[in-house]
């Protein structure tokens, strides 16, 4: 009750913020030298995070889809971020459920030859039907997971020699959700389940949670790989609250938007600048420097991922697995 009552008034926590703080409020300026991804940058959380750490100097690459929805989206950044130099707003194609579109997208990126301080990794999808990627993967996982997991893993190098070089500290965000703790169950049992395409057994709100779990152990993971290598850079996972995004498009209507309008006005509803704030806290606040593997929510440290999902094995085993996938379609053994 006192959580929630905390909540509800955006009570400070240890980092000085809490639930109602904005992306403006709690990300650092005077960002001039670094250069940060952003999935999922053309509407919501994503654009915002885009938008604020343009406006903190921040060189920006915008993966997306949809080249048009990402050209509305720079201008919008540009005309509202004070950033009017549109050369250090990129975009670039990348379809995450597509492995080929990730490896294009990391052969394009590298050969603009510039650095890459920070990666995160926002972009997600709801799928309310059984559907499958050009891969053959089930479309939700392809998306939410699989291609963040590629994608980090082929522009880690990038990030460890930005870092060695620059000297600054490069930083990964995973960004997953508290739904991750609705899935219970054999993740590889349920993974082998729903990749068959009569399966009966597919619920979207069971995928949805299951790819957000795939998020935490992909961080718990990732972040023990980064210590045993002794890299400068980090890794740490985010909850961003109840936003209503575009995450929520295939659903929209007017039982959609009374819910989301009731819960608007009891406050459990965060705005985008405050769905956004967790993700630019984590990317640029000093408070987080070497901090590797935690959990984020409403801009405070919850604690280790490894203790949320109490399964350091599952972590381990869904990264060799993922790395088995990713060989399979690319023809080439993961390193």
């Not at 990749?195 to 299951?210: E, M």
């Not at 938007?257 to 769905?275: A, H, Q, V, W």
């Amino acid at each position: 009750m006192l959580e929630m009552f905390k909540y509800l008034v955006g009570s400070a926590g240890a980092s000085g913020y809490g639930s109602k703080s904005t992306a403006e409020e709690v990300s650092e300026s005077c960002m001039n030298s670094i250069t940060a991804i952003v999935t999922g940058a053309t509407s919501g959380i994503g654009e915002e995070t885009a938008r604020v750490l343009a406006k903190r100097g921040v060189r920006i690459i915008i993966p997306a889809r949809n080249l048009k929805a990402a050209e509305e989206a720079k201008a919008r950044i540009v005309s509202e971020s004070d950033c009017f130099d549109h050369s250090r707003i990129t975009v670039m194609a990348l379809d995450l459920s597509s492995v080929n579109s990730v490896v294009n997208f990391v052969s394009n990126f590298e050969s603009l030859n510039l650095p890459l301080n920070l990666l995160i990794n926002n972009a997600g999808r709801f799928c309310y039907e059984h559907a499958f990627s050009e891969d053959g993967i089930e479309m939700t996982f392809a998306t939410n997971y699989l291609g963040h997991f590629l994608l980090t893993k082929l522009l880690l190098n990038r990030m460890i020699e930005t870092a060695k070089s620059t000297g600054v500290q490069g930083r990964i965000v995973n960004v997953t959700s508290n739904i991750h703790s609705w899935f219970s169950g054999d993740i590889f049992e349920y993974l082998g389940q729903i990749s068959q395409k009569n399966s009966r057994v597919y619920d979207s709100t069971r995928a949805y949670a299951f790819s957000k779990l795939a998020n935490v152990l992909h961080t718990v993971q990732l972040a023990h790989k980064l210590q045993e290598m002794k890299a400068n850079v980090t890794v740490n996972c985010v909850h961003p609250g109840v936003v209503k995004t575009n995450l929520n498009r295939e659903r929209e209507g007017f039982v959609t938007d009374l819910i989301f309008y009731m819960t608007s006005k009891s406050r459990l509803l965060k705005t985008i600048p405050e769905g956004a704030a967790t993700t630019c806290y984590v990317a640029t606040n000093r408070n987080v420097e070497n901090v590797n593997g935690n959990y984020f929510a409403d801009c405070n440290d919850q604690g280790s991922c490894e203790c949320k999902t109490k399964s350091a094995h599952l972590a381990e085993g869904l990264w060799s697995a993922s790395e088995t996938i990713v060989s399979t379609l690319t023809g080439k053994p993961q390193p």
